[in-house]
């Protein structure tokens, strides 16, 4: 068997992340334990982390070698370009001029060396971290694809390839000197030869056109005639439009994916219950899509731009979550001194317009203990229109001091403590 060979071609020594609870989420209070703290810290089932992925996947071998059960994993492209988030709302998307730009994430390195350095160690840890029914799926494109296939057959082995799937999608381009390059390549790997593929969860409606020949000619299809009311198994070329198109899912970080694409893919690949993981959860479409799907969901990424994303999307789902972050990468969360401070009020926390008019989201805990925030209610910024709410409401049953947490839209995190 080919194989792919690099100078500094090497699997690291591993480097285990020191990881730490920073909150439990309850989107708006759901499964929040009444009193707080009678029953211990109970962690939810689904897991947001903030860190770099191959110290976050060593530090989860112990737990999860072996038990998580779907892995979509959409790393950088090489594409060495840079990737601003857009963080205005209700902006013109014909304009990029006037658009409020923030961090979003870098696609840039020295050679294809260094990026094979990148990719090779997180997959080799990704087959390890899959169940044995568990699948991955590699999301990439025409930069690096036939890389990325030489080095998943030589880490699961050629036989575990069990499709080459392509995204198609349509919209302009700049391109003049070749065809437009509309597609994207996602390979999909098995952990065993006893896979979950669930066949008849991803059917699809037959074409009418196929519908009206097999009415009109008992010779359609050489008499073999389908089953056209159970619909038809997608074949491996999908068309789902991209997120430029779907305003209602868009969420202004980069590179953004369609959740259709990701139900298809949690669907067809996980039961009900499942783990679904993915270490460059971006914008949080995966474990958007898990929730919907009734799967837990693990999802990690070093951008903490893409982990606010997240967890804002997140916090609208129902689904409660944690999450954790690298000892190193703790956010500087200190007092906004010179914005008007939040005012508790008949029990609501109220904000005053100089401060919300800057926020992008924010969030209380009704009895916060100076360790973990438990998040009990939170509001954000509505992705088209609409108005960032101005109260939250306590629970009732809580007394103590009262957290709030505020991101601003330019990124700034702030805290600030209330007492009852």
Not at 192 to 210: G, H, I, K, M
Not at 308 to 332: I, K, M, N
Not at 381 to 407: D, F, I, Q, S
């Amino acid at each position: 068997m080919p194989h792919l060979n690099w100078p500094t071609k090497s699997l690291p020594q591993p480097v285990p992340s020191a990881l730490e609870l920073d909150s439990l989420v309850y989107p708006h209070g759901q499964d929040y334990p009444l009193p707080p703290g009678d029953k211990g810290l109970v962690l939810p089932d689904n897991t947001l982390i903030l860190g770099d992925n191959l110290a976050v996947m060593w530090a989860l071998l112990p737990e999860y070698e072996g038990r998580i059960d779907l892995i979509y994993a959409d790393p950088p492209f090489f594409t060495n370009r840079h990737y601003p988030a857009r963080v205005g709302r209700g902006e013109d998307s014909r304009r990029p001029s006037d658009w409020q730009l923030a961090e979003g994430y870098s696609d840039h390195w020295q050679n294809i060396d260094a990026y094979l350095d990148m990719l090779y160690a997180r997959l080799a840890l990704m087959q390890r971290l899959l169940s044995p029914a568990g699948a991955l799926y590699l999301h990439l494109d025409w930069h690096v694809n036939a890389y990325a296939r030489l080095l998943l057959d030589e880490i699961f082995g050629p036989e575990r390839l069990l499709n080459e799937i392509i995204w198609v999608y349509h919209g302009p381009s700049p391109i003049r000197s070749a065809f437009n390059r509309k597609h994207d390549t996602i390979l999909v790997y098995t952990k065993s030869e006893r896979y979950t593929f669930n066949v008849d969860a991803v059917r699809q409606p037959y074409d009418p056109v196929t519908i009206k020949t097999f009415a009109a000619s008992p010779k359609a299809g050489f008499g073999k005639i389908p089953d056209l009311e159970r619909g038809k198994v997608p074949e491996d070329w999908w068309y789902f439009p991209v997120i430029a198109r779907l305003h209602n899912e868009r969420t202004g970080y980069p590179t953004q994916k369609p959740q259709a694409l990701l139900e298809r893919i949690i669907r067809a690949s996980s039961n009900p219950g499942d783990l679904v993981a993915d270490f460059f959860c971006g914008s949080g479409t995966t474990a958007a899509a898990a929730v919907q799907a009734g799967r837990r969901f693990l999802a990690v990424d070093g951008a903490w731009r893409a982990v606010h994303t997240t967890y804002s999307r997140l916090a609208g789902s129902g689904a409660p979550f944690a999450l954790l972050r690298e000892a190193r990468s703790a956010p500087d969360i200190s007092a906004f001194e010179a914005y008007p401070p939040p005012r508790l009020e008949d029990r609501r926390v109220c904000l005053e317009p100089g401060l919300l008019d800057r926020l992008d989201a924010w969030e209380i805990d009704p009895a916060w203990d100076g360790r973990v925030f438990r998040s009990t209610a939170q509001a954000a910024r509505p992705l088209r229109k609409g108005e960032l709410a101005a109260e939250l409401r306590l629970p009732p049953g809580t007394a103590g001091p009262v957290g709030v947490r505020m991101v601003t839209v330019r990124g700034e995190r702030g805290q600030v403590i209330l007492e009852s």
